[in-house]
């Protein structure tokens, strides 16, 4: 038989293993929705300065949060690219492994650049117009330049590495 003390210990520390379980998967499943969640309409918008373009190496798209976006550099220019997936609007993150941006939720897949390459989206990234002002970066995110129709290949390379979403 145990003692009343000890089983009043156990029941404590279960009662904290549950408690604790139910804070990692409530943290687990708002990360998830957050990463996964489709992006609401642009609003209005307006011109953001950014750093300058000397900050944007080439072959990388830098995530831009205030604006949704990415500053992506080709290696030939600097394009703003939303990062609202053409498709059903998820979220879509560059992969640094493949150069590639990588849609978690159906299998997009665009180049550097927002061009499609595969998967069920219908056309490639929505991008928004891209300037500078001195040396600094403006992106005016009032303004949406519609994705490139598929088969546009103007800054298609090989994947430089690993994909970072699994093949469907
Ligand atoms: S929302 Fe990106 S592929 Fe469907």
């Not at 997936?85 to 990588?102: A, I, M, Q």
């Not at 849609?103 to 550097?112: K, L, R, T």
């Not at 069920?120 to 928004?128: F, K």
Request: charged share 15%; hydrophobic share 35%.
């Amino acid at each position: 038989m145990t003692a009343p003390a000890a089983t009043s210990r156990r029941n404590f520390l279960n009662a904290g293993w549950r408690l604790g379980a139910t804070i990692l998967a409530a943290a687990a499943g708002w990360t998830l929705f957050e990463s996964l969640r489709p992006l609401a309409g642009s609003g209005k918008g307006g011109p953001i300065k950014l750093a300058n373009t000397g900050n944007y190496a080439a072959g990388t798209a830098t995530y831009v949060p205030e604006g949704r976006l990415f500053v992506a550099n080709t290696g030939t220019t600097l394009l703003a690219i939303s990062q609202k997936c053409p498709h059903l609007g998820c979220r879509v993150p560059f992969c640094d492994s493949s150069g590639r941006f990588e849609c978690p939720c159906h299998g997009s897949v665009f180049d550097i650049g927002g061009e499609w390459i595969e998967g069920p989206s219908p056309v490639g990234m929505t991008q928004y117009p891209i300037s500078t002002d001195g040396d600094a970066v403006v992106v005016d995110t009032s303004k949406q330049i519609a994705g490139p129709a598929r088969g546009a290949a103007q800054y298609f390379s090989p994947p430089k590495g690993p994909n970072c979403q699994p093949k469907g």
